[in-house]
């Protein structure tokens, strides 16, 4: 399949349900949760540090620093496998990307809370490539201030690729909430370009 057009006002989300393979998407998982430098950092919440609920770990390029939640990320080289999913995706989108944020929710009680990718360092209109493995999730989408429009909820399978991009970040949030029922581990990759020693070209 390829990459088709999600309709959201305000956004611009192109979705691909089968982008990889789900023998290859189930290889993938199995290698990227052995070999990823997993954490589980603190974030400040209610005036009290609390554990994420998922496991993280951020990839990419030397300049690729990241600050969000308060938290300062410095870029891990690149795995080998995900060097060459970059490629794949900078192909399929068009898209350059320096970096990738891995996080790993091993069961239905971790989750992401609703928020925005609008760091200053991705720029006022970031392009995300948000590739799903393991088990599917439910992910959801919300207007921010000042826009009337219903929620939107969004089943990701494995192998599937979301591209946010445009002014999605200023105008929607998202989150991946937790599930009461039973599910397996699910490892979602999102690839970006933060600002560093050279913009993206194109």
């Known amino acids: ?20 393979a789900q023998t290859e998407a189930a290889a993938l998982l199995a290698e990227l949760t052995a070999d990823a430098a997993w954490e589980q950092r603190a974030i400040r919440m209610f005036g009290q540090q609390i554990p994420q609920p ?3 770990a951020w990839y990419g390029d030397p300049d690729a620093r990241y600050t969000y939640s308060g938290l300062r990320w410095e870029p891990r080289p690149w795995l080998p496998a995900l060097h060459a999913l970059r490629q794949r995706l900078e192909t399929a989108t068009g898209t350059r990307f320096n970096s990738v944020l891995l996080n790993l929710y091993r069961d239905g009680r971790d989750s992401m809370g609703w928020h925005a990718d609008d ?4 720029g006022p209109a970031p392009a995300i490539a948000s590739l799903s493995l393991g088990a599917t999730r439910r992910f959801r989408l919300r207007p921010r201030a000042g826009l009337a ?35 397996g581990p699910r490892l979602n990759l999102t690839f970006r370009w933060v600002a560093g020693a050279a913009p993206p070209a194109g």
């Open 54 to 56: 998922r496991l993280t």
């Open 119 to 122: 760091e200053p360092e991705l």
């Open 1 to 20: 399949m390829a990459l088709s057009p999600l309709s959201l006002p305000q956004a611009d989300l192109l979705f691909d349900p089968a982008f990889l």
């Open 149 to 183: 429009h219903a929620p939107l909820a969004l089943d990701l399978p494995a192998g599937s690729l979301l591209l946010m991009r445009g002014p999605t970040q200023q105008c929607w949030q998202h989150a991946l909430p937790k599930t009461a029922r039973p599910v």
